[in-house]
């Protein structure tokens, strides 16, 4: 299973943001699918997940702002981030367990700064 994220970069705050996941997995219709993201001297936290049955949750980081997209028809799924704070500033990770096993992207980096 590979995971590779992309879109990550700098925005103002306020600004806006679209994250994208490509995965590479047998039926990825099938998987709970998550974002997490990591600030410097933080912990790895939950952004979003949305399930087989498209329903979204969200962190409470990301409650409001943040939508996490899937089409399974191309195996990706994504996370749109909207009204950027500054302190959204770090790593974003795209996650799935397959059989067990845990599988990260690479991460791409989001700044928020003026």
């Known amino acids: 299973v590979q995971l590779v994220e992309s879109g990550g970069g700098l925005v103002q705050p306020g600004g806006s943001l679209r994250l994208s996941c490509g995965v590479s997995v047998m039926i990825f219709s099938a998987y709970r699918m998550c974002w997490y993201r990591q600030a410097p001297g933080n912990q790895r936290e939950l952004v979003a997940t949305?399930?087989?049955?498209?329903?979204?949750n969200y962190g409470d980081s990301g409650k409001g702002r943040f939508t996490i997209p899937r089409e399974n028809g191309k195996h990706i799924v994504d996370l749109q981030m909207n009204a950027l704070k500054p302190e959204d500033t770090a790593i974003y990770f795209c996650y799935v367990n397959s059989a067990g096993l845990q599988y990260w992207g690479q991460g791409t980096q989001v700044t928020v700064s003026s």
């Open positions: 949305v399930g087989a049955d498209d329903i979204p």
